[in-house]
């Protein structure tokens, strides 16, 4: 299963957020976007601490939902399916 890691900083105004082959690179490129923020905006550095940061492992093609995996068989709501085809076809398949 092929998986990156996602980390994430969230402020009262902003997400900043980054994607990384190891957990460690997906933190350390959000804190490179937070102090990039800082030195753009003039916000205080120390706002944001490492500890701040939530870092997830995400598998390709798996759903989530508040930081829960989603079955990877769950109906696909891409390529133009719609809710209710997805619906009908699962009464069918019962």
């Given at each position: 299963?092929?998986a990156?890691w996602?980390a ?22 959000v804190?490179n ?6 030195e ?34 769950a ?20």
């Amino acid at each position: 299963m092929t998986a990156v890691w996602y980390a994430e900083i969230d402020t009262p105004h902003f997400t900043f957020f980054a994607a990384g082959a190891s957990k460690n690179q997906a933190h350390q490129a959000v804190m490179n976007a937070w102090h990039f923020h800082c030195e753009q905006t003039g916000a205080d550095p120390l706002y944001v601490s490492p500890d701040d940061v939530q870092v997830h492992r995400l598998v390709l093609g798996q759903g989530y939902r508040d930081e829960s995996a989603q079955p990877l068989g769950a109906p696909a709501m891409a390529d133009g399916m719609n809710t209710a085809r997805v619906k009908r076809e699962a009464r069918q398949t019962r």
